[in-house]
């Protein structure tokens, strides 16, 4: 009996506490919808708020307002390339001209199309990502109906077999032909994945571990970093192999966060905005900021050198690049670019210099330039803080007539610690 009465009490309290929340409370929430785009909205006319109330309306309203924007511009911006890929091959299938460009065609369209962003190096990647992602059709729709989608991803799937559809020397892009067991939808690639982590995913010929990673990229949300990072250490085979991999996907090195402050970092996205990468890059960063005190502090020393760029973005073998500093010394006349790494030296991170410098000494430099030189920074101490990449440039003529008007070692090792202990004093 006793028992029957506490049930008969806890039920009205339920009952009550949902007809308060549902009158009072969610009566004063609304929400402006717009486009697929929502922000929550309460009436705050008819009550008191506190300071800390107002901190934090203020606070969820950002937050629900970038991932909005975050989700819209990656949406546009995947189907864009994806739909640039579509008219490339379509082009290439059925072109009345199409034999006037052969070969040449991607660098052609860069030419003529002479927007930012559109590039050689993506318009490869978008004719990649229409081949392997024929199920990114579902987002067509209801502008097409499901058989014509149907059409495409099988047409796209029958571009496999024809020997005549590339016009160039490479190796022929295969079609995927894992089955629909084994294929993410298109509705879920668009929503979870980034472009910048598709360009990640095509550098994988078999389209199971392709499949494997993009579960496992939405599943812990990975970064893009982490997604390269698992993909160069072979996550896919290590989990086949390993006699538990459920345990082996659940430890935290496998687990990631992409932030919305993160997926609007990426490369591509800046160039789908017109936004440089400076622009949105968190000033709190260690080391942003330390490259920010380095830009002026190689300024200040007043031996010719002038600001070139920042982040300027390179392409090396169709790879997007953003050297941290690069300037142009008027009394050497030679391009010095400077990489400043938050880690202790590696011959990874010379080398990469090095191939900075051999580009801009191939495809930068201009009449009557010396042959430019990179300087590599690493802030965590080890064997070496400070080394000077010269990409092939004879060390005598180096010694006798750069290091003149370049810093000494000494000199930035001196700026790396003073600018270190004073983020530790912080």
Excluded at 33 to 39: K, R, S, T
Aim: net charge negative; with cysteine; aromatic share 12%.
């Amino acid at each position: 009996m006793i028992f029957r009465i506490l049930w008969w009490i806890v039920g009205c309290f339920l009952y009550l506490c949902k007809h308060l929340y549902n009158n009072y409370i969610m009566k004063d929430i609304s929400t402006y919808a717009h486009d697929g785009m929502e922000l929550p909205f309460e009436d705050w006319s008819n009550k008191l708020h506190s300071f800390g109330d107002l901190t934090s309306i203020i606070q969820s309203t950002h937050d629900a307002a970038l991932s909005s924007a975050v989700k819209a511009i990656n949406r546009l911006q995947t189907m864009r390339n994806w739909l640039i890929g579509y008219y490339i091959v379509e082009y290439e299938q059925h072109g009345k001209d199409r034999a006037e460009y052969g070969a040449k065609l991607l660098k052609k369209l860069e030419e003529r199309v002479n927007r930012k962003g559109i590039n050689i190096t993506l318009l490869k990647n978008s004719r990649s990502f229409y081949l392997h992602y024929p199920q990114m059709a579902e987002n067509l729709v209801p502008a097409i109906s499901p058989t014509v989608s149907d059409q495409l991803v099988k047409r796209v799937n029958a571009l496999s077999t024809n020997d005549n559809f590339w016009s160039d020397n490479k190796q022929k892009e295969k079609s995927p032909t894992v089955s629909d067991q084994f294929k993410t939808s298109g509705k879920k690639i668009i929503s979870s994945l980034s472009f910048s982590h598709i360009v990640e995913l095509l550098t994988l010929d078999d389209p199971l571990a392709r499949y494997f990673y993009e579960q496992e990229c939405i599943k812990c949300t990975w970064s893009v970093r982490e997604l390269r990072r698992q993909i160069s250490t072979n996550l896919y085979i290590r989990a086949g192999i390993s006699t538990n991999p459920d345990k082996l996907l659940s430890l935290p090195s496998v687990q990631g966060h992409d932030s919305a402050e993160l997926q609007i970092r990426q490369p591509f996205t800046f160039e789908f905005l017109g936004l440089k990468p400076q622009d949105v890059i968190d000033e709190h960063d260690l080391e942003n900021a330390l490259i920010s005190h380095l830009q002026e502090f190689i300024l200040e020393l007043g031996k010719g050198f002038c600001l070139e760029s920042r982040q300027k973005r390179i392409i090396i073998d169709d790879e997007y690049y953003y050297p941290d500093l690069v300037f142009y010394n008027r009394i050497l006349h030679c391009g010095v670019i400077i990489e400043l790494k938050n880690e202790e030296f590696s011959y990874e991170n010379f080398g990469q210099l090095n191939a900075y410098v051999s580009h801009y000494r191939e495809n930068e430099m201009q009449p009557g330039d010396n042959p430019p030189i990179g300087i590599l920074l690493c802030t965590r101490k080890g064997k070496k803080m400070v080394e000077y990449a010269l990409a092939g440039m004879d060390n005598q003529l180096f010694v006798s007539t750069y290091m003149l008007q370049l810093p000494d070692k000494k000199t930035l090792e001196d700026f790396l610690r003073r600018q270190l202990s004073e983020q530790n004093e912080v």
